[in-house]
């Protein structure tokens, strides 16, 4: 794109002079190269550590169901959980029938999606808040609201049992 003004311009172009068959090489050459850029970059899929007594949590933020540009995401959003291999997801700004998210139960469609179940705890006029996915029996779950001067958040507490004696509590904020 940078040498595309002088290729409207009357002088001699040096590279031009070639054959066709170089031409074709050189272009491929630079396809093939793409290609295998592209490969070497893309991330690995995580696979959960296996073994007894592992669990594997991750947080994420899920802006209202949105990417950076505000557009509806969700089913990318639940590509990632996928891939992440967590057995317990904590989210933050999860929306549940909000107009913005056009009145999709964020935390619910995404627990469906990924076949988890799932705790909403709402912090925001009752349509957002915080969530937790998870793939693991859901013991306990409750929430506190937070004081602030900023937009409402607040606490929320879930207690899993990933065996029969063993109870592990979890801790979800969204910090403004």
Known sequence: LAALPMTQTRRRIPWTGGTRA???????AVLVAALLGWWLAHPPTIQGAPGEGTIRVGTYNIHGGTDEF????????????????????????????????????????????VGMDRRFYPTVEGLRGL???SNLPIAY????????????????????????????????????
Do not use: K
């Not at 170089?22 to 491929?28: D, K, P």
């Not at 317990?88 to 935390?107: C, H, K, N, Y």
């Open 22 to 28: 170089a031409t074709t090489f050189g272009a491929a």
């Open 131 to 133: 969530a937790v996915l």
């Open 70 to 113: 505000f557009t509806p995401s969700l089913n990318a959003i639940a590509d990632t959980i996928l891939r992440s291999g967590s057995n317990v997801l904590m989210l933050q700004e999860a929306e549940a029938g909000r107009l913005t998210s056009f009145g999709v139960d964020q935390s619910l469609w995404l627990a469906r999606r």
């Open 141 to 176: 779950d409750d929430g506190t609201m937070l004081p602030g001067a900023g937009e409402a958040t607040g606490l929320q507490r879930v207690q899993v049992t990933p065996n029969p004696d063993t109870v592990v509590t979890l801790y979800n904020t969204w910090l403004t």
